[in-house]
Nanobody, 121 residues
Framework: QVHLLESGGGSVQAGGSLRLSCVGSDGARCMAWFRQAPGKERELVSSIDSTGHTTYGDSVKGRFTISQENAKTTLYLQMNSLKPEDTAMYYC??????????????????WGPGTQVTVSS
């Protein structure tokens, strides 16, 4: 069983930075960050598989960086050049260890409670 917990959210002005953290992984599975804004579907922000291969949503490429530390038990999302449209609840998610990463949230089995990110203009 995997229990995930995010931290690091907050309120920043446009152009600012935040680093989100997620603890609870075991380093042997795909990990991902999703976000969901009010009235919108949950979307993949970034993922990293057990080999270190990363993917990013088009809207965050070049601004966000996903990484793992502490023997891959902690997942990070460094968010730079934040924009008001990045405002959302951000969730850490994990798949079962036998599967690679996926774009859709339906394929992720474990979720944290989320951390709110608010970017003001």
């Amino acid at each position: 069983q995997v229990h995930l917990l995010e931290s690091g959210g907050g309120s920043v002005q446009a152009g600012g930075s935040l680093r989100l953290s997620c603890v609870g992984s075991d380093g042997a599975r795909c990990m991902a960050w999703f976000r969901q804004a009010p009235g919108k579907e949950r979307e993949l922000v970034s993922s990293i598989d057990s080999t270190g291969h990363t993917t990013y949503g088009d809207s965050v490429k070049g601004r966000f960086t996903i990484s793992q530390e502490n023997a891959k038990t902690t997942l990070y999302l460094q968010m730079n050049s934040l924009k008001p449209e990045d405002t959302a609840m951000y969730y850490c998610a994990a798949r079962q260890p036998t599967y690679g990463c996926a774009w859709s949230s339906v394929w992720y089995n474990y979720w944290g409670p989320g951390t709110q990110v608010t970017v003001s203009s």
